[in-house]
DNA sequence: ATGGCAATGTTTCATTGA
């Protein structure tokens, strides 16, 4: 079963794309982020026709996530949002399919340490936190996938001394992240040997793809018993490549029946 | 090939992203 997550900054930008990559590698799962588009907009039509069943929390203009499923298999128990965490902004959306929790989220961004965003982004990680581990307590075979909007060391980051201290690496942030690791959940992308300096988004700007000046930040982290099963994990970087491209790239991970 | 921001709406500039 393949499983992935994309920011595909826009969805209504990206939709060739989006329907290209999902016809090229028949995911079951795909989790998207920044849709930026209120559900009455979402084109779920087009994708049931490709053969993808969507769920979706939107809103017009930011954020906006969703979780796209193969039409083989079934989603249950669609919930948005974190439960008994007041968020106007749509966030997290998650679905149990083919018998795995899945849980996507777009983290905030931050904008800058100690800004009112990045005090936000803090206060979000730990309802978060707290939604991760009542989820483990009662689905063993968890995947919370999406943008965690935090490069988690130094081999996540291009250039770790120009980033030093930076929103998306900072410490408060890092620690953040690490709270979910703490509750047992693996960094799949750390499961298998990787290529050095891979990346999941390269700024727009002053050449950073071709460069390879990126960080990663799009994570899929799985339970112990989920990642137990999990065979790959890669960023697809081809995705990145070519006319209108989002900034992030695809992470896809693999797990045996 | 991978090329010097992109997407959105409040649109002809401001805001946000990371």
Partial sequence: MKLATWNVNSLNMRLPRVLGWLAAMSPEVLCLQETKLEDAKFPHDVLREA???????????????AIVVRRDLVADDIVRGIPGFEDTQQRVI???????????????????????KYVYKLGWYHAAAQYAKSELAVHPQLAVLGDFNVAPEARDVHDPVLWEGQVLVSEPERVAFRELLALGLQDSFRLFEQPPATFSWWD???????????????HILMSPPLAAR??????????????????HAPVIAEVSD
């Fill in 51 to 65: 053969g993808y069943e969507a769920h979706f929390a939107g809103q017009k203009t930011y954020n906006g996530v």
């Fill in 230 to 247: 999990c065979t790959s994990c890669r960023i697809d970087r081809n995705a990145r490549k070519g006319e209108k491209p989002s900034d």
């Fill in 204 to 218: 727009y700007r002053m050449l950073g793809f071709p460069k390879n000046h990126g960080l990663r930040i799009d």
């Fill in 94 to 116: 998650a679905a149990t399919v083919g018998g795995i929790r899945i849980v996507c989220v777009y983290v905030p961004n931050g904008q800058s340490v100690g800004s009112e």
